[in-house]
């Protein structure tokens, strides 16, 4: 991609390209050569600035595969005067020349780096620039509010209002209330981009690992009969409905002035409070509950209580399990041993990932980045709402919001945040 792509294509292949005949795109079957022997038969594709993916002239050259003929022609190109990419400099470039928004640019980042179905769709709505669109309009509606503003501003002598306070009042709360919406995407959308992150918590022999194996139907994490021997968290990732679900073992529960175990614990406790979803998991024939200092990290916690060891229980028996006093979303009975019930469970993370689907809202904003700016957007114009007497201070606040929402799709973002965003790509995007 660049001013020399076609001049540096031609030295190196068989077709000659004719600059003036060029309708683009143009495609050719050509044969690359080092002067001496012929390298590959390939395909040439021709596309001129702005139409491109770059929005400069660009040639693709498709090869045949494996790593012969990739490199030998990638030397040759570099011999020839080119430069390999930087990761995501072909996106940044296409940023850069306004081939795409910044919001569209990291969402070519989000589909290449998408690993379940949900995740790959809202990228690609992402791509489409749905949000970007939606943002730019808050965006617009901020900067007709603030030329109005300034406008009294310049004409404060003569104490004219152009737009009543009243007014003023309403548009801020609509921008608000579609902020907020917009805002309140982000749990699905995190969960969808991120995954659902569920941690197996219970006293030791409980059946944690069991249970992360009977899910995962491969063996992942070690089961032992020994107490405690469960000292690092392990984790598996499986898909569920379209979406990742990272599933973590945790350390036994339990007091230990064993040094590896204590650091198990602390690491426990982390793995809960990063956590989505808790399993609280009981073994029903010797019905343990985890410490005290651990139920109560439950509290504030989405937690399915898992009743374990389900074949050993006698016909007609009564389990009387002393349950913590907490609300839980499911319980369910299984036997991590046999399978009997992991389906009942599996049903119920489903049933807790559509219970997040926040209204099947058509834009959900997936980045922790985009999320930030729209809720310091929404900060500035809640202050600003009030400082309707003051239009110098509003007209300030409003600068902000206007800032803060241009950062999304990179109307006014530093190139410290462009670097960061770019670096994140894989070489050759
Ligand atoms: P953890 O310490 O909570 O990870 O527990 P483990 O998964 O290591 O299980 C402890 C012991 O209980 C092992 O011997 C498992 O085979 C056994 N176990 C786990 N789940 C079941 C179950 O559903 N039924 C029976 N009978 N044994 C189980």
């Known amino acids: 991609s660049g001013e020399q792509a076609w001049e540096i294509v031609d030295r190196i292949s068989s077709f000659k390209f004719q600059v003036s005949s ?35 002239d660009v040639v693709e050259i498709s090869c045949h595969g494996g790593r012969y003929a990739a490199n030998r022609i990638l030397a040759l190109l570099v011999e020839n005067g080119a430069r390999h990419a930087k990761p995501g400099e072909f996106t940044e470039r296409a940023f850069l020349n306004g081939k795409l928004d910044l919001a569209q640019a990291e969402a070519v980042a989000g589909l290449i780096h998408a690993r379940t179905v949900k995740a790959g ?106 107490p405690g021997t469960t000292r690092d968290v392990v984790e598996a990732r499986v898909e569920l409905d379209g979406i990742e679900v990272i599933l973590q073992d945790t350390a036994g529960l339990r007091k230990s002035d064993h040094h590896i175990e204590s650091q198990g614990i602390t690491r426990t406790r982390k793995t809960i409070e990063l956590a989505d979803l808790v399993l609280l998991l009981v073994d029903e024939s010797n019905p343990l509950l985890p410490d005290e200092t651990i139920l109560n990290l439950l509290g504030s916690k989405s937690v399915i209580f898992v009743q374990n060891k389900l074949d050993l229980r006698q016909k007609s028996q009564e389990i009387a399990i002393n349950r913590p006093k907490i609300t839980f979303f499911r319980e ?55 400082q309707l007497a003051e239009p110098t201070l509003m007209a300030s606040d409003l600068r902000d919001a206007v800032n803060h929402l241009g950062e999304i799709t990179g109307e006014s973002v530093g190139e410290s945040i462009l670097d960061r965003i770019f670096s994140k790509f894989c070489i050759g995007k």
């Open 22 to 56: 060029f309708s683009a795109p143009a495609v050719k079957h050509a044969q690359i050569t080092d002067g001496q022997a012929i390298i590959d038969d390939v395909v040439l594709t021709w596309f001129k600035g702005p139409n491109s993916y770059t929005g400069e």
């Open 121 to 226: 769709q809202a990228a690609a709505r992402q791509l489409q620039g749905g949000l970007s669109e939606k943002v730019r309009a808050m965006r617009n509606k901020l900067l007709d509010l603030l030329a109005l503003l300034e406008l009294e501003l310049d004409f404060s002598e003569e104490d004219i209002e152009f737009e009543s306070r009243q007014h003023r009042l309403e548009t801020l709360n609509l921008l608000t209330g579609q902020l907020n919406e917009l805002i309140g995407t982000f749990r699905r959308g995190r969960l969808v981009r991120e995954g659902l992150r569920v941690a197996l918590v219970g006293a030791p022999n409980a059946g944690k690992s069991t249970l992360l194996n009977a899910i995962l139907q491969e063996d992942r994490a070690i089961v032992s009969p020994e």
């Open 332 to 386: 369910i009975e299984l036997s991590a041993l046999t399978h009997e019930g992991v389906d009942r469970l599996n049903q119920a993370l489903i049933e807790f990932l559509s219970s997040e689907d926040t209204a099947q809202a058509e834009i959900v904003v997936s980045e922790a980045r985009h999320h930030d700016c729209l809720t310091a957007a929404a900060a500035s114009i809640q202050r600003a709402a009030t």
